[in-house]
């Protein structure tokens, strides 16, 4: 059983790592989290049009890159765009 569960850790890892963003869901979320400040995950996938799977496989390679930055608020989760971020976002954003 043990053996199973390595397995699937190690697939499940080289996923996360092999992820490659699409540039269009990238500019759409850049766009979004340049004009609010501060915006929860449910309100960026109806915001950006992008399914919430999807949009947690972006938000996920995001946070890895140090790009976004997850806080709490009154118990909620947002996400916020940090100073190299909004670098980023700025270039991306233009395509």
Same mark, same amino acid.
Do not use: C
């Given at each position: 059983?043990?053996?199973?569960?390595?397995?699937?850790?190690k @697939?499940? +890892?080289? %996923?996360?790592?092999?992820? %490659?963003? *699409?540039? @269009?869901?990238?500019?759409?979320?850049? %766009?979004?989290?340049l004009? @609010?400040?501060?915006?929860?995950?449910? *309100?960026?996938?109806?915001?950006?049009?992008?399914?919430?799977?999807?949009?947690?496989?972006?938000?996920?390679?995001?946070?890895? @890159? %140090?790009?976004?930055?997850?806080?709490?608020?009154? +118990?909620?989760?947002?996400?916020?765009?940090?100073?190299?971020?909004?670098?980023?976002a700025?270039?991306?954003?233009?395509?």
């Amino acid at each position: 059983m043990l053996y199973i569960q390595k397995l699937i850790q190690k @697939k499940q +890892g080289k %996923k996360i790592r092999d992820f %490659k963003p *699409s540039m @269009k869901i990238l500019s759409r979320i850049m %766009k979004v989290m340049l004009d @609010k400040n501060a915006i929860q995950r449910t *309100s960026l996938s109806l915001e950006t049009n992008v399914q919430y799977s999807r949009l947690s496989r972006h938000l996920e390679w995001l946070e890895r @890159k %140090k790009l976004i930055e997850p806080f709490v608020e009154e +118990g909620r989760i947002f996400l916020k765009l940090n100073s190299l971020g909004k670098e980023f976002a700025s270039s991306v954003s233009l395509l």
